[in-house]
Nanobody, 121 residues
Framework: QVQVVESGGGLVQTGGSLRLSCAAS????????MGWYRQAPGKWRELVAR???????NYTDSVKGRFTIVRDNAKNTVYLQMNNLKPEDTAVYYC???????????????WGQGTQVTVSS
């Protein structure tokens, strides 16, 4: 069983920065895409940023130019550097990984437990 664990959330003022980390642990698995999603109170969970194994990225429009997603394939880890944070970035941030079990071609979704990011005005 693969576990995905996030860290790095917290409280920051408008204009501040935070770095989220997410590590997948287990044995004998591969990871396809990894990404970060967020869910604010009363809203649907939305994609923030996603990165492929080859390093191709895409971002939701509201974070372009402020957030950067990177991954370390050797460590099965993905990071989200968040700069110039705004109050509307306040949400629970979830790490997502597409896990490919051994001897399988298809993948399944694995989610972290979530980490709170709060941006004060």
């Amino acid at each position: 069983q693969v576990q995905v664990v996030e860290s790095g959330g917290g409280l920051v003022q408008t204009g501040g920065s935070l770095r989220l980390s997410c590590a997948a642990s287990g044995s004998n698995f591969r990871i396809n895409d990894m990404g970060w999603y967020r869910q604010a109170p009363g809203k649907w969970r939305e994609l923030v940023a996603r990165i492929t194994t080859d390093g191709l990225t895409n971002y939701t429009d509201s974070v372009k130019g402020r957030f950067t997603i990177v991954r370390d394939n050797a460590k099965n880890t993905v990071y989200l550097q968040m700069n110039n944070l705004k109050p509307e970035d306040t949400a629970v941030y979830y790490c997502h990984a597409q896990i490919v079990p051994p001897f399988h071609l298809s993948w399944y979704d694995s989610w972290g437990q979530g980490t709170q990011v709060t941006v004060s005005s």
